[in-house]
């Protein structure tokens, strides 16, 4: 009984283990020759998907019907566009987009913006939506 206690926690503990992981995200590095955005997902489950984004120049006005997104800024800045309310964004700051919110971002500096994305539920690109105007 012994043995199968401890065979059913090894393999639980190892099930468990792999589901989890640890990565630095400061050493990703876009590729070379991305013209504006360049998207890399990290990780995703049916509850929610993870993105490192990097952007030249901008992320033209769109919003999701289904999804709420956070983004964190890793480095760079520029001018966010958040439905009615412009606002400068830098290295540190969080943002929180509910699901139906226009949003939008121009990059201001020498380098690429890098931010951190997380939507929820799991995102699959299908999602986006022009808020440009007419």
């Known amino acids: 009984m012994t043995r ?65 997104e956070v983004v964190y800024v890793i480095q760079g800045n520029g001018t966010l566009v958040l439905g009615d309310q412009t606002k400068f964004i830098k290295e540190g700051d969080y943002i929180f987009i509910p699901k139906g919110t226009p949003h939008s971002v121009k990059v201001s500096g020498d380098k690429p913006m890098k931010v951190l994305s997380v939507q929820t539920p799991e995102f699959d690109g299908s999602d986006r939506h022009s808020a440009s105007p007419e």
């Open 4 to 68: 199968f206690i401890l065979t059913t926690v090894a393999v639980i503990a190892a099930f468990t283990l792999n589901a989890q992981q640890v990565m630095n995200i400061e050493s990703f590095q876009p590729e070379l020759n991305y013209e504006n955005i360049h998207v890399y997902q990290i990780d995703n489950d049916p509850l929610t998907s993870t993105f490192l984004i990097w952007v030249k120049d901008n992320v033209p006005p769109h919003f999701h019907k289904e999804h709420t």
